[in-house]
């Protein structure tokens, strides 16, 4: 577990997700599903304690940000299942409303990247973010990464057509 300090003031800890953290990254997924506008899926998985299980049994790493002992953020890096992609990582980050623009995407990605340097054979990141999440992008910006490619209009949300944007850091 590390410990950062948010914008507020407010500790800030992170540390990696366990099976008992299943219900409550549920809700905190559901909850940013039902604002339509930073992930994809329409609800969450409800299964997480497994899901737990299978990034850690693929030693990838999903990990949780907790205030005043509530998890407010989450995020996983998945390593590639398969041997031609085994050296990527998958990166997928929520936060819950209210909680952004706090340093809490900031100290979750720092702990990554700090995790990522200690793994044999991972050599790059790679995301997908719809291009109007202009928090999210500058986020990653600021930790290297880049656009490697757009799907144009690869999602309809409330009407308008949205581009998705693959980004990606390479770690050597």
């Keep these: 577990m590390k410990q950062y300090l948010s914008k507020d003031g407010r500790s800030i800890s992170i540390r990696e997700a366990n099976e008992e953290d299943g219900k409550q990254i549920e809700s905190l997924v559901n909850s940013v599903a039902s604002e339509k506008i930073y992930i994809?899926?329409?609800?969450?998985?409800?299964?997480?304690?497994?899901?737990?299980?299978?990034?850690?049994?693929?030693k990838s790493l999903i990990i949780v940000a907790q205030i005043d002992g509530r998890i407010v953020g989450m995020a996983h890096l998945a390593k590639g299942r398969f041997k031609k992609n085994r050296h990527v990582g998958f990166l997928g980050i929520s936060i819950l409303k209210g909680y952004r623009r706090m340093?809490?995407?900031?100290?979750?990605?720092?702990?990554?990247?700090?995790?990522?340097?200690?793994?044999?054979?991972?050599?790059?990141?790679?995301?997908?973010?719809?291009?109007t999440n202009k928090i999210a992008i500058d986020l990653?910006?600021?930790?290297?990464?880049?656009?490697?490619?757009?799907?144009?209009?690869?999602?309809?949300?409330?009407?308008?057509?949205?581009?998705d944007l693959l980004m990606a850091k390479f770690l050597n």
């Design 40 to 58: 994809v899926s329409d609800h969450s998985r409800k299964d997480w304690d497994v899901a737990i299980k299978e990034i850690k049994s693929r």
């Design 140 to 163: 990653y910006s600021k930790f290297g990464f880049k656009i490697e490619g757009v799907n144009k209009k690869q999602y309809r949300i409330e009407g308008k057509y949205i581009d």
């Design 103 to 131: 340093g809490i995407g900031t100290a979750m990605m720092e702990y990554m990247i700090d995790w990522t340097k200690q793994q044999e054979g991972l050599e790059k990141i790679s995301l997908t973010v719809f291009s």
